[in-house]
């Protein structure tokens, strides 16, 4: 029974079943992994934020628009007087008096004030005396010439006398000769007489004619040098005069601020006088213009609702902090209320008007140099770096010469926190 029982037990051996492997729909289980995988990878990058992040509310934009280019340069300008005369001290001294104050109207040669110089009054008393001098010692060679060539003259009156009557013996004693009553040897000793007598008075004029020489050589040597003199006591003259100031022209007196006591040095800046008839405007204009505003520029200012036309008058190339400086005349007619240190606004025109297309100036020129420019998308969210070129400016318009369509928007802010970037994403609506 037992190995009945043996030969009847169930071991489920009969009941296994191989099974094959579907490869395909194991193959289609994983493509379907990776498919969605890559498409959540790819959602991911769609709408993960590409480029430098931006707040819209950070930036300024400028449309692309096509219009009329007034190629001009705006101004702020003050107004100076055209014709000035600076007051410098052209003498040391303590101020005695001061005869007139700041903001005065003066007239030409009226007294200013008054230095006290004690040592240029000890100057201008040595020069007299030193004059004096000389011209006492130039008087007493005059008198000793003068009776040196009386003494000269008087001699050679004697001797050309003399001469006279010689020859005159000398004459007769020929006469005589030839009447036998003297001899050879008379007449020979005559002749002898005669010859002395000749050198006598030819010896007397060489004489004097070189005393005459030495002594007109040496009254203008004396004469040169109290000339010499009288130009120094001149001068000297002249300092102490300028220690009593007076006014070079008509005008107004500005920045003249002299205490009665104060002691001033050779050279200090003292004041000024401007003309309070004509004026000019002065005014600093961007480097970028330098090479563009020449002398003689048209220019005009609007002062009470009436325009002036102006000219470049002067241009001073040095440039300091970006700018250089420019003035400005009036053509034909002067504003009649105008002062000065008033500021006026100006225009330059440096050409024609044109059509073109333009774009509004901003902080983004400063940090590209018109080379290149973030331009935004159609929507505003993306602003990408494109290479642009640009021409002329003026104070509110740049012209687009190209790398920009009409139509097209660019950020107009500056670009200093973000000049390494290609991309800008924007977050807002950047219009």
């Not at 934020?49 to 003050?78: C, I, M, W, Y």
């Not at 500005?254 to 002691?263: A, I, Y």
């Not at 509004?360 to 998308?377: I, R």
Request: aromatic residues 6%; glycine residues 6%; positive net charge.
């Amino acid at each position: 029974m037992e190995n009945q029982a043996k030969l009847h037990t169930v071991t489920g051996a009969a009941m296994d079943k191989v099974v094959p492997i579907n490869y395909r729909r194991k193959i289609f289980k994983l493509s379907f992994i990776a498919t969605g995988i890559a498409s959540l990878f790819f959602a991911v990058w769609f709408f993960m934020p590409k480029g430098l992040q931006v707040s819209a509310s950070d930036v300024r934009t400028g449309v692309v628009v096509r219009g009329t280019f007034h190629d001009e340069v705006s101004l702020r300008a003050n107004a100076l007087a055209l014709n000035s005369v600076i007051l410098d001290a052209v003498e040391s001294g303590r101020v005695e008096e001061v005869l007139i104050q700041d903001g005065a109207m003066v007239k030409q040669g009226q007294l200013l004030f008054r230095l006290s110089n004690p040592q240029r009054n000890l100057d201008l008393l040595q020069r007299k005396g030193e004059q004096t001098q000389q011209v006492s010692n130039l008087a007493n060679l005059q008198v000793g010439f003068q009776m040196a060539a009386t003494e000269h003259q008087r001699r050679l009156s004697a001797l050309e006398f003399d001469l006279k009557q010689v020859q005159k013996k000398h004459e007769r004693n020929i006469a005589l000769a030839a009447q036998g009553y003297i001899s050879k040897v008379a007449l020979d000793e005559s002749q002898d007489a005669l010859a002395r007598q000749q050198f006598a008075v030819d010896e007397e004029k060489q004489s004097k004619i070189t005393e005459d020489r030495v002594r007109n050589q040496a009254l203008a040597q004396m004469e040169s040098g109290i000339s010499a003199l009288q130009s120094g006591l001149k001068l000297v003259n002249a300092t102490v005069e300028a220690l009593a100031v007076r006014a070079p022209i008509d005008g107004k007196l500005t920045d003249f601020k002299l205490q009665v006591g104060e002691s001033i040095t050779t050279g200090k800046h003292l004041g000024r006088i401007d003309d309070p008839r004509l004026f000019k405007l002065s005014a600093q204009v961007d480097e970028f213009y330098l090479s563009r505003i020449a002398i003689g520029h048209h220019a005009s200012t609007q002062i009470e609702d009436k325009t002036y036309a102006l000219e470049v008058m002067n241009i001073f190339p040095q440039i300091k902090d970006g700018r250089f400086l420019v003035e400005l005349k009036f053509k034909k007619e002067q504003a009649d209320k105008l002062n000065p240190g008033q500021s006026v606004d100006a225009r330059i025109t440096l050409g024609d008007p044109s059509p073109a297309s333009l774009l509004p100036t901003g902080a983004y020129l400063n940090d590209t140099g018109g080379t290149w420019a973030f331009v935004l998308s159609k929507d505003g969210q993306v602003a990408e770096r494109r290479a642009i070129k640009v021409g002329r400016r003026n104070q509110q318009q740049i012209e687009v010469l190209s790398g920009l369509e009409v139509g097209e928007r660019i950020i107009t802010s500056s670009y200093a926190n973000f000049q390494t970037s290609s991309r800008l994403q924007i977050n807002g609506h950047a219009f």
